[in-house]
């Protein structure tokens, strides 16, 4: 996935879903792009979403290719304020990893399996 993926409509809708729901379901994760870093880094992300409109791109662009070295799944959102909106943060974020999916596990499996058969 390079960072000119463009998000089907309807994997993005199931993405804020799951954003939406991590909190209240006991997930857990990290926010921002040194956070990320690290839960990649130590096999600790399941699912990173990383913002289009980070500036400059340099801050995020080494996130896609840490993920594709670790095998984690990433997807991208439009923004960072979407992102930090829909987990719940009054403040935007550049990137989130998913690392405890709590009872939202399901539906995080169906995520990474569609991000995954995008990739291919």
Do not use: W
């Not at 879903?17 to 690290?38: C, H, M, P, Y």
């Not at 594709?68 to 997807?75: H, L, P, S």
């Amino acid at each position: 996935m390079a960072a000119t993926f463009e998000v089907p409509a309807e994997l993005k809708e199931k993405q804020n879903d799951f954003l939406s729901e991590l909190t209240k379901k006991k997930g857990k994760a990290r926010i921002g792009v040194n956070e990320v870093t690290k839960a990649i880094e130590r096999d600790q992300a399941k699912l990173v979403f990383i913002a289009r409109d980070v500036s400059p791109a340099e801050l995020t662009m080494h996130i896609p290719l840490l993920c594709k070295e670790k095998k984690v799944a990433y997807t991208f959102t439009d923004t960072r304020k979407e992102l930090g909106e829909k987990l719940g943060v009054p403040v935007g974020t550049a990137a989130l990893a998913v690392v405890e999916a709590g009872d939202a596990q399901p539906v995080l499996d169906q995520l990474v399996k569609t991000i995954a058969a995008l990739n291919k």
